[in-house]
């Protein structure tokens, strides 16, 4: 876990007497906080891809982080908090966007897929055995991203009424070289620092 490695650094002191759930509890909302913020810091690597409307973005890397670092339930809380604030008004979804609008156009569904893949890949990390070696986070990395790319797929179809195929040129095709490569960067991070008791 993240905590772990923060305790060990001694950036975080986790209580672990008895009574100690509830402070443990508020370190990793904090927690849960800075990886809703690391996203919205990724979400602003914005390329446009020609031909699409969603463009190239470094927030799949942070979702990926967020699952495996905090586990299923803060993990996801994570990107709840990004899409929530998000949607609210705080213009860190990509390109310094913001609002609900944003949440219900072509994009959308990444948003919530975001969600779904960090609570996935949290569990799946959590519950595995070999889950946080090199190749055990590739691995489950790997099966988290179609995760997002289905919800996008998902409504690009609804929002834009296109057919699946044609979704699928727009909303996956130009993202999978990167986002294998965004996959390749996090499960090196994150087997390096968690602690491989599984």
Known sequence: MLTIMLQRLGLIELDTRPNSSASNAIAMLILSFFGACL??????MRLPVPGTPVPLTGQVLGVLLCGAMLGSGYGAL???IYVGLGIAGIPWFAG?????GVFAGATGGYL?????AALLLGTS???TVGAKT????LRLMLAAVPVIWFFGLVHIVMVAQVTLSTAFFLGVMPFVAGDIVKAVLAAFFTSAVLPNRN
């Open 112 to 116: 919530l897929g975001f969600v779904v």
């Open 96 to 100: 310094g966007t913001s609002g609900f």
């Open 39 to 44: 996203t919205g810091v990724l979400a602003q």
């Open 125 to 127: 990390t959590e519950r």
């Open 134 to 137: 090199l190749g055990g986070q």
């Open 78 to 80: 994570s990107q709840i």
